[in-house]
């Protein structure tokens, strides 16, 4: 079955709206791929989001998300990017700013409120300023961190690393230390096994006294136990060539008299009674 509507509406007519009611404030409109992008003067923002909220034919209500872009190569590096939706008319689409370092975008959340924490997360991501946030703080970073990790221009390691200090009962701050930067590699397989022990697998080993622990199961213990000792030739079954061997003496026959007990009692027919 059909759905009664269409998973969105065409862009049918949309640029043609938003430029008859953004006039000069509207850079450029494109229609790419099926979506529509804005690009809005920067001084102008507040006023644009007003028109394309409060416009008939366009009123995109719902501000759904905010998202920061890095271009290094562009004199204004950075482009903020925001996601409307119109909820009576179910179409979206984009508006972008640009801006750098230093030039602040005028903050929408007197608009919508939730933009509050969205330009947080632009701002801590990419260091863009937003003028009258009442609240630009980090949102996503720890505290003290230096610089903003979404730039393309940001090292991918960081520049500190942070561990819990058993000796000064805190959390400490380090510079990062690359301890495998010019590790080498081979292109053995491990699933046939290399022929030496890679880093980390000692662990893997033989347990040094009877119960120490190991990460090895009882039967893979049982295993190398068994591939490790060495081969033993079966014994013969003993065997005593005479009784001396034995140290038991001399056998002696059922025939010979047995030395009288006090405690039994003879009978007259030659037996003995209890």
Same mark, same amino acid.
């Given at each position: 079955m059909r759905a009664p509507a269409p998973a969105y509406t065409s862009n049918d007519g949309v640029i043609d709206a938003a430029r008859a009611a953004l006039g000069g404030m509207l850079l450029d409109a494109v229609d790419h791929v099926g979506e529509v992008a804005l690009h809005v003067r920067r001084e102008d923002l507040y006023d644009a989001m007003i028109a394309l909220r409060d416009t008939p034919g366009l009123a995109y209500q719902q501000l759904m998300e905010i998202a920061g872009v890095d271009y290094p190569d562009r004199a204004e590096r950075f482009e903020v990017v925001y996601c409307m939706l119109s909820l009576t008319r179910n179409h979206r689409l984009r508006v972008h700013v640009a801006t750098d370092e230093e030039k602040p975008v005028p903050s929408v959340t007197d608009i919508w409120p939730v933009a509050g924490w969205l330009e947080r997360?632009?701002?801590?991501?990419? !260091?863009?300023?937003? @003028?009258?946030?009442?609240?630009?703080?980090?949102?996503? $970073?720890?505290?003290?961190?230096?610089?903003?990790?979404?730039?393309?221009?940001?090292?991918? $390691? !960081?520049?500190? +690393? %942070?561990?819990?200090?058993? +000796?000064?009962?805190?959390?400490?701050? +380090?510079?990062?230390? %690359?301890?495998?930067?010019?590790? $080498?590699?081979?292109?053995? @397989?491990?699933?046939? !096994?290399?022929?030496?022990?890679?880093? !980390?697998?000692?662990?893997?080993? %033989?347990?040094?006294?009877?119960?120490?622990q190991t990460p090895l199961s009882a039967d893979a213990i049982a295993k190398a136990g068994a591939a490790q000792s060495p081969t033993q030739a079966p014994s013969e079954p003993k065997s005593t060539e005479s009784t001396a061997q034995t140290g038991i003496g001399k056998s002696e026959s059922d025939a010979t008299p047995k030395p009288a007990s006090p405690d039994v009692i003879p009978t007259k027919g030659g037996g003995q009674n209890q």
């Open positions: 997360e632009v701002y801590d991501m990419y !260091g863009v300023l937003f @003028s009258g946030n009442p609240d630009l703080r980090r949102i996503l $970073t720890d505290y003290g961190f230096r610089g903003h990790p979404q730039r393309k221009d940001f090292p991918l $390691t !960081g520049y500190v +690393e %942070l561990r819990y200090s058993e +000796e000064a009962k805190r959390v400490v701050y +380090e510079p990062v230390q %690359l301890a495998q930067d010019f590790r $080498t590699f081979d292109f053995m @397989s491990p699933w046939e !096994g290399a022929n030496y022990v890679l880093p !980390g697998d000692e662990k893997g080993a %033989l347990p040094q006294a009877k119960g120490a």
